[in-house]
């Protein structure tokens, strides 16, 4: 049974960092792509970042220049640095891993709470 289990989260202020970490137990393979996703209170959930097992990265628009997402393989693990926090990042953070064969399988975090406080 694979589980992701995240920390990182919390309380900061506007223009504060915070680095997230979500490690994968369970699993005998390497997920295809490691993400973090996030929701914020009555928005749907979003696309933060995503990093694929070769190393490419995807982030949205929102968070470009401001996040880095970064894994580990060999450890199942992936960050997310989360540096020039603004209010609008306040949200559930969850971590994300697929492994594709000859379907698609997603797993998910349980999340991990972001206040940035103005």
């Known amino acids: 049974q694979v589980q992701l289990v995240e920390s990182g989260g919390g309380l900061v202020q506007a223009g504060g960092s915070l680095r997230l970490s979500c490690t994968a137990s369970g699993s005998t393979f390497s997920f295809n792509a490691m993400g973090w996703y996030r929701q914020a209170p009555g928005k749907q959930r979003e696309m933060v970042a995503i990093?694929?097992?070769?190393?490419?990265?995807n982030y949205a628009d929102s968070v470009k220049g401001r996040f880095t997402i970064s894994r580990e393989n060999a450890k199942n693990t992936v960050y997310l640095q989360m540096n020039s926090l603004k209010p609008e990042d306040t949200a559930v953070y969850y971590c994300?891993?697929?492994?594709?064969?000859?379907?698609?399988?997603?797993?998910w975090g349980q999340g991990t709470q972001v206040t940035v406080s103005s």
């Open positions: 994300n891993a697929v492994y594709s064969t000859w379907r698609e399988y997603n797993y």
């Open positions: 990093c694929t097992s070769g190393g490419t990265t």
